[in-house]
């Protein structure tokens, strides 16, 4: 049987099967310059910098060996050269992928022939579909549009306001409990992230007491769940069609009966207890009307309820986790970021106001967004046949914006594999276009929650870098992996460093 064949456009071959991070002083993967002693690891400038990025291929790797590096880590399958091209298009066994890297490219696909290219992935809705059902995340058509139009105004900028007194609380519970644990405490970083954001989203959708009652709960099943669906899902790439059975154990059924089943646990505790007054998620949809005046159902409620609480969980959770990496590693960074919170709070807790007037934590997390971007890849099909930059993408075929590529593209950025939150600094805020930066989507299907997700990364770093810095455990070697988001690795082990605020 021959092996299947595919082609990136335009790539030169090459003969050096992998080449690391191509930046000066960054083998690839090499460890996060770990061994350096504490505090001051890593490099001393700003512009001095480069973080852990895969391995890059400098050839194009043939379609076999590309589906097997995928489903270990997406990152690692793109060659050094495919960061700088305004498109690619790699055909993988039937399917034709279109990847659009250039800012007017992501516009007339995701804004302009938004129509034709608002369908996720099958991919993505084979994996989803079990746990979300029509969910907005993973729906389309009208389905998509007339949820949207009611999950949109609830979690929508205007009510972080509303919210933002349930982030605050809870923050300020997990400071105290690193208080708590005592000098040089060690912590899984990414695990107490996950832990923060899990008990935000959960008190925010269910209430402040349900939240807190059932986040565990929640947590657990959820993370089931994640562990037994497979990204690749190889009858979608193969262009078989979307009625044909996908694979679907008994654990995954069971995983999802017990979310149902918590899922309405709480939603039948809320109606019983509802208290007027409390803006929350659940309360939101249980008063929604459609067009026509109907409520929703409950097993809508239960879809978009895991949507938000999938959605807005682990994303958050990998760019804080992301954040605390990078400053360990950028002396100069903390030390800004210090003079920042010493100076905008003289030690108290943030209000809602002073999210706006902390411009460098809010640029620490923007650049963590564009180096780490939680979703990595926004794949759709192509509902019929079209053209993106006047290159054909028929009908079935997998349009994509990767922000792994996008926000590195060295046309875009200068020096883009460095760390430098400056650049998100002044008038210019990375001085180029906002199709050049996607770390949440852009267009019609843009995230939701974007300023919920911002606002509440923003005030998690203030309220804990106050109190805190975190270094990086010796030895420890970090690595960006990618399944359905982008995490650095399965850990993160750190200390916690109690600090006092500057004189
Ligand atoms: C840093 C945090 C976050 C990031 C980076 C992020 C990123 C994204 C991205 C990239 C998408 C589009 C995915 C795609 O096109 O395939 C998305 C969709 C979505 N996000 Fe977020 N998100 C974050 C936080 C949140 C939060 C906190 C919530 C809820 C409170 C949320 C709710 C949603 C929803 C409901 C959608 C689906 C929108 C639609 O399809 O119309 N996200 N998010």
Same mark, same amino acid.
């Given at each position: 049987?021959?092996?299947?064949?595919?082609?990136?456009?335009?790539?030169?071959?090459?003969?050096?099967?992998?080449?690391?991070?191509?930046?000066?002083?960054?083998?690839?993967?090499?460890?996060?310059?770990?061994?350096?002693?504490?505090?001051?690891?890593?490099?001393?400038?700003?512009?001095?910098?480069?973080?852990?990025?895969?391995?890059?291929?400098?050839?194009?790797?043939?379609?076999?060996?590309?589906?097997?590096?995928?489903?270990?880590?997406?990152?690692?399958?793109?060659?050094?050269?495919?960061?700088?091209?305004?498109?690619?298009?790699?055909?993988?066994?039937?399917?034709?992928?279109?990847?659009?890297?250039?800012?007017?490219?992501?516009?007339?696909?995701?804004?302009?022939?938004?129509?034709?290219?608002?369908?996720?992935?099958?991919?993505?809705?084979?994996?989803?579909?079990?746990?979300?059902?029509?969910?907005?995340?993973?729906?389309?058509?009208?389905?998509?549009?007339?949820?949207?139009?009611?999950?949109?105004?609830?979690?929508?900028?205007?009510?972080?306001?509303?919210?933002?007194?349930?982030?605050?609380?809870?923050?300020?519970?997990?400071?105290?409990?690193?208080?708590?644990?005592?000098?040089?405490?060690?912590?899984?970083?990414?695990?107490?992230?996950?832990?923060?954001?899990?008990?935000?989203?959960?008190?925010?959708?269910?209430?402040?007491?349900?939240?807190?009652?059932?986040?565990?709960?929640?947590?657990?099943?959820?993370?089931?769940?994640?562990?037994?669906?497979?990204?690749?899902?190889?009858?979608?790439?193969?262009?078989?069609?979307?009625?044909?059975?996908?694979?679907?154990?008994?654990?995954?059924?069971?995983?999802?009966?017990?979310?149902?089943?918590?899922?309405?646990?709480?939603?039948?505790?809320?109606?019983?207890?509802?208290?007027?007054?409390?803006?929350?998620?659940?309360?939101?949809?249980?008063?929604?009307?459609?067009?026509?005046?109907?409520?929703?159902?409950?097993?809508?409620?239960?879809?978009?309820?895991?949507?938000?609480?999938?959605?807005?969980?682990?994303?958050?959770?990998?760019?804080?986790?992301?954040?605390?990496?990078?400053?360990?590693?950028?002396?100069? =960074? *903390?030390? &800004? !970021?210090? #003079? @920042?919170?010493?100076?905008?709070? /003289?030690?108290?807790?943030?209000?809602?106001?002073? %999210?706006?007037?902390?411009?460098?934590?809010?640029?620490?997390?923007?650049?963590?967004?564009?180096?780490?971007?939680?979703?990595?890849?926004? =794949? *759709?099909? &192509? !509902?019929? #046949? @079209?053209?993106?930059?006047?290159? /054909?993408?028929?009908?079935?075929?997998?349009?994509? %914006?990767?922000?792994?590529?996008?926000?590195?593209?060295?046309?875009?950025?200068?020096?883009?594999?460095?760390?430098?939150?400056?650049?998100?600094?002044?008038?210019?805020?990375?001085?180029?276009?906002?199709?050049?930066?996607?770390?949440?989507?852009?267009?019609?299907?843009?995230?939701?929650?974007?300023?919920?997700?911002?606002?509440?990364?923003?005030?998690?770093?203030?309220?804990?870098?106050?109190?805190?810095?975190?270094?990086?455990?010796?030895?420890?070697?970090?690595?960006?992996?990618?399944?359905?988001?982008?995490?650095?690795?399965?850990?993160?082990?750190?200390?916690?460093?109690?600090?006092?605020?500057?004189?």
């Amino acid at each position: 049987m021959q092996r299947p064949t595919g082609t990136i456009d335009g790539e030169r071959t090459g003969d050096n099967p992998a080449a690391g991070c191509p930046v000066a002083g960054h083998g690839g993967a090499a460890s996060a310059t770990a061994e350096a002693p504490a505090p001051d690891v890593g490099a001393k400038a700003p512009g001095t910098y480069v973080p852990p990025c895969p391995m890059r291929p400098t050839a194009p790797p043939p379609v076999w060996k590309l589906i097997g590096l995928a489903r270990r880590n997406f990152l690692s399958v793109w060659p050094s050269s495919a960061f700088a091209k305004p498109w690619l298009r790699v055909a993988v066994l039937r399917k034709q992928i279109f990847v659009c890297n250039s800012p007017d490219l992501v516009q007339e696909a995701f804004v302009r022939k938004h129509d034709t290219f608002e369908r996720k992935s099958a991919q993505m809705r084979h994996a989803l579909e079990p746990l979300l059902g029509d969910g907005l995340f993973i729906s389309d058509g009208e389905t998509w549009r007339r949820r949207r139009q009611i999950v949109g105004p609830i979690i929508h900028a205007s009510k972080v306001r509303d919210f933002f007194p349930v982030m605050a609380e809870t923050i300020a519970e997990r400071r105290a409990a690193w208080e708590a644990a005592g000098p040089d405490a060690p912590v899984d970083m990414l695990q107490e992230m996950a832990h923060l954001t899990a008990e935000i989203i959960c008190r925010t959708i269910f209430g402040r007491q349900l939240g807190r009652d059932y986040a565990a709960e929640v947590v657990n099943s959820f993370t089931d769940y994640q562990r037994h669906i497979d990204q690749i899902d190889l009858i979608s790439l193969l262009g078989l069609p979307d009625w044909l059975p996908r694979r679907r154990g008994r654990a995954i059924r069971q995983a999802v009966a017990r979310i149902d089943r918590v899922l309405d646990e709480i939603i039948t505790s809320y109606e019983a207890r509802r208290r007027d007054g409390e803006t929350s998620v659940i309360g939101g949809l249980l008063d929604a009307r459609d067009e026509d005046g109907k409520p929703l159902s409950r097993e809508a409620i239960r879809n978009e309820a895991a949507v938000i609480f999938m959605a807005g969980h682990e994303t958050t959770a990998n760019t804080l986790a992301w954040t605390w990496f990078l400053l360990s590693q950028a002396p100069w =960074a *903390r030390a &800004a !970021l210090k #003079d @920042e919170l010493d100076t905008v709070l /003289a030690g108290r807790m943030p209000t809602y106001d002073d %999210v706006a007037r902390l411009p460098y934590t809010r640029a620490v997390i923007e650049e963590t967004l564009r180096l780490y971007p939680p979703v990595p890849i926004l =794949a *759709r099909e &192509a !509902l019929a #046949d @079209e053209t993106v930059g006047g290159v /054909a993408t028929p009908k079935g075929s997998l349009v994509m %914006v990767v922000p792994w590529l996008l926000h590195r593209n060295p046309e875009l950025w200068p020096r883009a594999d460095h760390f430098e939150p400056e650049r998100f600094l002044g008038a210019t805020r990375g001085g180029q276009s906002k199709f050049g930066y996607v770390p949440f989507a852009i267009g019609p299907r843009i995230c939701a929650g974007l300023a919920f997700g911002l606002t509440e990364s923003i005030l998690s770093l203030a309220i804990l870098a106050q109190g805190f810095e975190a270094r990086l455990e010796p030895g420890t070697d970090v690595q960006p992996v990618c399944r359905l988001t982008l995490r650095p690795g399965e850990t993160l082990p750190m200390r916690l460093q109690s600090r006092a605020p500057s004189a």
